[in-house]
């Protein structure tokens, strides 16, 4: 059964930092591309960083781009996703999800963290 | 590519048929997935490929459309399927990707 479960969510102040994991079974991890999606409270989906299969190509939405860095380790089946500079717009859930490229879709979802940026 | 679905929100009742649409600002082949969301929960794939149903999904959930129009239809509405949806599109190989804004099926 595939799983993805993701930690590391929690309360951080703005300008803080946080770094969210995502551990995977139930897959060959090593072969699929992974991205987060975020949701801030009330509102919709936001795709926020990808990362290729091998960690060789990473993708940032504008929104995020020089503060959050993704990586993978694939020796431990896990994803990751650095946040640094948070602001206030970054509170939200933040999904860790499976992709499939070839249809360009996510299959997974983890059950997502939630960050909150608050003084 | 943006992505608009509508409407944003929507009044059902059980066995209703309910039609969402998704436009996008381009044309985006067939590149264009649906997923239902329950409150506090993830996403969950319905369909991709704009009218393929993902295994496990029940039969009354359809998707078609092409280029830049695309629908999500639920045939007979059930108390199971009141929850939010959005559409999704993958903009440019391999990982630009976009969402609509979601659709809230509520019931009536």
């Known amino acids: 059964e595939v799983q993805l479960v993701e930690s590391g969510g929690g309360l951080v102040q703005p300008g803080g930092s946080l770094r969210l994991s995502c551990a995977a079974s139930?897959?060959?991890?090593?072969?699929?591309?992974m991205h987060w999606v975020r949701q801030a409270p009330g509102k919709g989906l936001e795709y926020v960083s990808a990362?290729?299969?091998?960690?060789?190509?990473?993708y940032y939405a504008n929104s995020v781009k020089g503060r959050f860095t993704i990586s993978r380790d694939n020796s431990k089946n896990t994803l990751y996703l650095q946040m640094g500079s948070l602001r206030a717009e970054d509170m939200a859930v933040y999904y860790c999800a499976r992709f499939i490229a070839v249809a360009g879709i996510f299959d997974y979802w983890g059950q997502g963290t939630l960050v909150t940026v608050s003084s | 590519i943006q992505l608009t679905q509508s409407p944003s929100s929507l009044s059902a009742s059980v066995g209703d048929r309910v039609t969402i649409t998704c436009r996008a600002s381009q044309g985006i082949s067939s590149y264009l997935a649906w997923y239902q969301q329950k409150p506090g929960k993830a996403p969950k794939l319905l369909i991709y490929a704009a009218s393929t149903l993902q295994s496990g999904v029940p039969s009354r959930f359809s998707g078609s459309g092409s280029g830049t129009d695309f629908t999500l239809t639920i045939s007979s509405l059930q108390p199971e399927d009141f929850a939010t949806y959005y559409c999704?599109?993958?903009?440019?190989?391999?990982?630009?990707?976009?969402f609509g804004g979601g659709t809230k099926v509520e019931i009536k």
């Open positions: 990362i290729s299969s091998n960690g060789g190509s990473t």
């Open positions: 139930g897959f060959t991890f090593s072969s699929y591309a």
């Open positions: 999704q599109q993958l903009n440019s190989y391999p990982f630009a990707l976009t």
